[in-house]
């Protein structure tokens, strides 16, 4: 595709339910990263993606949180058991290498109710 | 461990007003630096970079910033701002060598008045 594709782009959901948020980077792309940005809030880093390896998983708040990324494309970040504080919006970005240029997907908005 | 800070959660200025909005960063090695936009309704995208070359650096839009390493600072500044320039700024870092991640700031929503 031209862009990094996310779905859904937007996900309501009940309190203990688990979630998966999927995003499709531009073809190409051997970097993906995985950022949350919540009202007010800057982008917090969640993972980081070199081919299907995550070197650097350091921002995942909780065991609650996984994300695979499998043929060096298409990523999936799950949320199990949400809670309401895990409500934000999911951004995902690849670059060609490294990060001198993330290009960003529209994210997916996530709410817990 | 990176960080940013971005002076200012909003900023607003006239049409045809300088824009400047603020950055420091801290980091134990030199460090690469980002300004990325986000208008409304849309992904963020690159506005400009600086990764050990010049120290001035110029992006989209009439936009620049001047990477300072005796202050910490990477600040944007456009001469004369536009409608269309209403956003949310996010200043980012990353250790040179570009591995690793990208470590974004708090964000500035600048707002133009006509």
């Known amino acids: 595709g031209a862009g990094v594709s996310q779905s859904p782009s937007n996900k309501v959901t009940e309190k203990g339910k688990d979630v998966e948020l999927r995003c499709d980077p531009i073809?190409?792309?051997?970097?993906l990263y995985w950022y949350r940005q919540s009202l007010g809030q800057g982008l917090e880093f969640l993972i980081y993606f070199q081919g299907n390896s995550a070197p650097d998983k350091s921002g995942l708040p909780s065991d609650r949180f996984s994300a695979e990324r499998t043929g060096g494309s298409v990523s999936t970040l799950t949320i199990q058991r949400t809670q309401q504080e895990d409500s934000a919006v999911y951004l995902c970005?690849?670059?060609?290498?490294?990060?001198?240029?993330?290009?960003f997907g529209s994210g997916t908005q996530l709410s817990v109710l | 461990a990176q960080s940013v800070t971005q002076l200012g959660s909003h900023v607003s200025v006239s049409e045809g007003a300088l824009v400047l909005l603020r950055c420091n960063y801290s980091?134990?090695?030199?460090?690469?630096l980002f300004w990325y936009v986000q208008y409304p309704n849309q992904g963020l995208q690159l506005l400009l970079k600086?990764?050990?070359?010049?120290?001035l650096v110029k992006g989209i839009n009439g936009f620049e910033a001047e990477f300072k390493k005796s202050e910490t600072s990477f600040h944007l500044t456009k001469p004369s701002a536009h409608m269309s320039d209403a956003a949310e700024y996010f200043c980012?870092?990353?250790?040179?060598?570009?591995?690793?991640?990208?470590?974004f700031g708090q964000g500035t929503t600048l707002q133009v008045k006509p």
């Open positions: 600086y990764t050990s070359a010049a120290t």
């Open positions: 073809s190409g792309h051997t970097a």
């Open positions: 980091s134990s090695v030199p460090p690469y």
């Open positions: 980012a870092v990353s250790e040179a060598g570009n591995t690793g991640k990208l470590i």
């Open positions: 970005a690849s670059s060609l290498v490294g990060v001198e240029k993330l290009f």
